[in-house]
């Protein structure tokens, strides 16, 4: 077995939409980034190259590489995913925290699962998303910022 952590932030800008996991949600803010900025696909991308010990989503996809503008976030999950498959491992479940005031995550919990279960090819039982606030102390609680962290193990095929 081998787990991995991702952890990510993004500041708000203007605009009225954001991406998370895979899912155009109605905000009061988008985010910054230099692709679609889904903060939460970032966060387990990273944590699934954490588990595999294979650098972070930064070092495959530099910023300052302009292939990597505007793009889709699935497109660095899918590679990460690849790469998990190479190396003979599967998911055993995914457990993530999306850090943020607005928009409200519990209603689109179940939403978000059934699209990272269908982007990692897993069951929506093997998929966990909590919703926090962060009181609206600091940055993120004064929607200057969302953060979402995520844990991932993997199990090798040869062990199931
Ligand atoms: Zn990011």
Same mark, same amino acid.
């Given at each position: ?51 595999? /010990? ?15 503008? %505007?793009? %889709?976030?699935? =497109?660095?999950? %899918? ?37 990272? /279960?269908?982007?990692?090819?897993? =069951?929506?039982?093997? *998929? ?8 609206? /102390?600091?940055? *993120? ?20």
């Amino acid at each position: 077995m081998r787990i991995g952590i991702g952890y990510d932030i993004h500041r708000t800008c203007a605009g009225d939409h954001i991406w998370l996991g895979g899912v155009k949600v109605t905000a009061p803010f988008s985010l910054e980034g230099h692709s679609d900025a889904d903060v939460l696909l970032h966060a387990i991308t990273d944590a699934v190259l954490g588990a595999l /010990a294979q650098e972070d989503i930064g070092h495959h996809f530099p910023p300052s590489d302009e292939k990597n503008r %505007k793009r %889709k976030s699935s =497109d660095f999950l %899918k590679f990460a995913i690849e790469r998990m498959r190479e190396a003979k491992y599967k998911i055993a479940n995914v457990d993530c925290n999306v850090i943020c005031e607005r928009p409200r995550i519990a209603p689109l919990r179940d939403k978000l699962r059934t699209s990272l /279960a269908t982007l990692l090819q897993i =069951d929506l039982s093997q *998929v966990s998303v909590k919703g926090k606030t962060n009181e609206r /102390a600091d940055t *993120v609680g004064q929607e200057g910022a969302v953060i979402c962290q995520a844990v991932v193990l993997l199990v090798s095929h040869e062990n199931r």
